[in-house]
């Protein structure tokens, strides 16, 4: 089938888009919030590295702190990357290890005792992740299993149940809320802005834990697909290895991609479709664009309803009973 649509339609102008960003968060922080700087978490990823050069375009090196905030879960290439990137910015960065924090408040054992649940023979020296089936797989459902990694490597897979689900999820939310709150600790010490780094997809489509890392004063990418948060990676010449990464969430002790956990498709495409959901293209020719089935695109325009449902809760402020 030919097509008219153009998997460019995404490309930025990026000096023009980073300018026109910088010179808002100047704007927002200077004028609006009245702080001083900005605080950034950094994860060794892609979304926070731009995230924190696009402060550094904006206030000058000496006004962004950054944060590391590992835990017992995460990779130690994530701190590694992150204290890379600071150091090439040139902005100061502080290492706050939160796995105590998330220790006392029993994260790991409550995430432990729902997979158990589930698989038995699972142990606190097990390593594990929640996998969702790919778009492309032949009749697959949104439901998301259980990968369990004994000590001697042999994994076992399980469907989670709602209930299990429910109880993982919100236990490992722990750890977006515990680094939330370092980052406001150094904000208000500081009198500097809490900076948020999802991207379009995460924030439209609800990746992000409420009053965890959903929580900031100003989110200067979220409306930049994944591909255009790249393409600034590339015009800030943004460390090589991190641009090459792949997104994870570096939140399970397995290695899992943000595809796996919650897109069931490959980022690049899931933007394009996420871009052909709300410009009404139609399912058959963004199918023939991407090299996807019209059922899987259809299947794909679905989700994004569902999962806009989803997110409605997560943008949703405090409710009052009077204004």
């Keep these: 089938m030919k097509t008219s649509f153009s998997k460019d339609v995404l490309t930025l102008d990026a000096p023009r888009e980073a300018d026109r960003i910088a010179a808002a968060i100047r704007e927002q922080i200077g004028q609006q919030l009245k702080r001083k700087g900005a605080v950034v978490g950094l994860s060794g990823g892609i979304d926070s590295s731009v995230a924190a050069a696009l402060c550094v375009r904006a206030l ?45 408040a029993r994260c790991y054992q409550r995430r432990d005792v729902a997979i158990r649940s589930l698989i038995p023979g699972y142990t606190e020296d097990y390593k594990c992740k929640l996998v969702l089936p790919s778009i492309t797989e032949e009749s697959a459902y949104a439901v998301s299993s259980v990968v369990v990694q004994s000590p001697a490597g042999v994994q076992t897979k399980a469907r989670v149940t709602a209930q299990a689900y429910r109880e993982i999820i919100a236990a490992m939310n722990f750890k977006q809320r ?88 490959p980022l690049a ?39 806009r449902k989803v997110s409605g809760y997560l943008h949703a402020p405090p409710l009052l009973i009077q204004p």
């Design 60 to 104: 000058g090196a000496d006004r962004v702190l950054g944060l590391l905030m590992p835990e017992a879960d995460s990779s130690p290439e994530s701190l590694r990357l992150g204290r890379e990137l600071a150091q090439s910015l040139g902005i100061t960065a502080i290492l706050e290890d939160v796995s105590p924090l998330l220790k006392a």
């Design 178 to 265: 515990v680094r939330i709150m370092m980052e406001y600790h150094h904000a208000d010490r500081l009198q500097y802005a809490v900076i948020g780094t999802p991207n379009r997809l995460e924030y439209d489509l609800g990746f992000f834990v409420k009053n965890g890392d959903g929580a900031a004063d100003l989110k200067p990418i979220a409306h930049l697909y994944k591909t255009q948060v790249y393409q600034l990676a590339a015009y800030f010449n943004i460390l090589q290895e991190i641009q090459s990464r792949p997104p994870t969430t570096d939140t399970y002790s397995l290695e899992q991609s943000q595809e796996e956990f919650y897109f069931s498709l």
């Design 269 to 307: 495409q899931m933007d394009l479709c996420l871009y052909g959901k709300d410009h009404h293209v139609p399912p058959a020719e963004l199918a023939a664009a991407l090299g996807l089935t019209e059922g899987q695109v259809t299947q794909v325009y679905q989700q994004i309803d569902s999962k």
